[in-house]
């Protein structure tokens, strides 16, 4: 495989983004947003380092998720959005055992992140610094060659016409997933959608601590979005304010899935048009 790694212009970028940290983030026009990041041959190579939020980063170090590990089976391969952060792999990998444990998967692993983070050119605003990952609610599949899993079915689990969960497809399995998936500490947030929301708190959890990491989000009625914590050794990486206090379960409004609007103006950090030209 060819090797992307140049010492001397990696050299400089570590310079330059450590000059970056000292001082503070600095946000450019949206020039090297607007360009294509997907098209990146590979990660840049250097110790891990997230530079910018979820909605406007890149990423150096980035590592690669396995297709398939213990309890898991990453989709969409031909995307190329199974990059992150290795505290994201370990994080996946780690939720794949525990499903395993559990008697139920494998999980199925959507879009992560680009090789280099930045923007992505449909789908997602977030997904920037390789800390957010898509999980499926589908739980219906065994183990499969990887090219039998691209443009697989999304069931949606919420009824249209109640905007409760569909008794047919939501099990406590489901449920369960979603608790297993927000008792790493790591975790910042969940989206789903608000009646993923209600339900969950609905039910009788001995802890109920974790329900304030479960965000109502629209879209999210077929796949939870899980976002890290930014991790140490990335001072330039941004984190959102904490959820705020509580369980969040009272006022629970719904999130119906509605007509995408136009893209919001890109923007990334200085600093990450060096990544992209690497």
Same mark, same amino acid.
């Not at 041959?41 to 939020?53: C, D, F, S, T």
């Not at 170090?61 to 370990?90: C, F, I």
């Not at 494998?106 to 992560?112: A, E, K, N």
């Not at 990952?133 to 079915?153: Q, S, T």
């Given at each position: 495989m060819r090797s992307f790694f140049n010492p001397i212009r990696t050299a400089l970028l570590v310079l330059s !983004?450590?000059?970056?940290?000292? !001082?503070?983030?600095? $946000?450019?026009?949206?020039?090297?947003?607007?360009?294509? $990041? +997907?098209?990146?041959?590979?990660?840049?190579?250097?110790?891990?380092?997230?530079?910018?939020?979820?909605?406007?980063?890149?990423?150096?170090?980035?590592?690669? %998720?396995?297709?398939? =590990?213990?309890?898991?089976?990453?989709?969409? %391969?031909?995307?190329?959005?199974?990059? =992150?952060?290795?505290?994201?792999?370990?994080?996946?990998?780690?939720?794949?055992?525990?499903?395993?444990?559990? =008697?139920?998967?494998?999980?199925?692993?959507?879009?992560?992140?680009?090789?280099?983070?930045?923007?992505? +050119?449909?789908?997602?605003?977030?997904?920037? +610094?390789?800390?957010?990952?898509?999980? $499926?609610?589908?739980?219906?599949?065994?183990?499969?060659?990887?090219?039998?899993?691209? &443009? !697989?079915?999304?069931?949606?689990?919420?009824?249209?016409?109640?905007?409760? &969960?569909?008794?047919?497809? $939501?099990?406590?399995?489901?449920?369960?997933?979603?608790?297993?998936a927000a008792l790493d500490d790591r975790v910042a947030r969940i989206f789903v959608d608000a009646a993923v929301k209600r339900d969950l708190c609905e039910r009788n959890w001995e802890d109920r601590s974790w329900l304030r990491r479960i965000r109502p989000w629209p879209a999210h009625d077929e796949h939870l979005h899980v976002r890290l914590r930014c991790p140490a050794g990335s001072p330039e990486c941004v984190d959102q304010p904490a959820p705020p206090p509580g369980e969040g379960c009272d006022n629970i409004q719904p999130t119906p899935r509605l007509a995408r609007e136009s893209s919001p103006r890109r923007t990334v950090p200085a600093a990450c048009e060096a990544v992209l030209e690497q």
């Open positions: !983004l450590m000059t970056v940290g000292i !001082l503070t983030i600095t $946000w450019p026009t949206d020039a090297a947003a607007q360009q294509d $990041w +997907s098209t990146a041959a590979g990660p840049v190579e250097g110790e891990p380092r997230i530079i910018g939020h979820h909605g406007g980063a890149c990423l150096i170090g980035a590592q690669q %998720l396995p297709e398939q =590990g213990t309890g898991y089976q990453a989709v969409d %391969l031909e995307r190329r959005r199974h990059y =992150g952060h290795p505290s994201l792999l370990d994080y996946i990998q780690a939720l794949g055992e525990r499903v395993d444990e559990e =008697g139920f998967g494998p999980i199925l692993v959507g879009d992560m992140a680009q090789p280099r983070g930045g923007p992505m +050119s449909y789908g997602h605003v977030s997904h920037q +610094s390789g800390l957010d990952v898509d999980i $499926w609610f589908r739980l219906d599949l065994p183990a499969l060659e990887p090219g039998r899993r691209e &443009m !697989l079915e999304q069931p949606i689990l919420v009824d249209p016409e109640t905007g409760r &969960m569909d008794p047919e497809r $939501w099990t406590d399995r489901h449920a369960e997933l979603i608790h297993l």
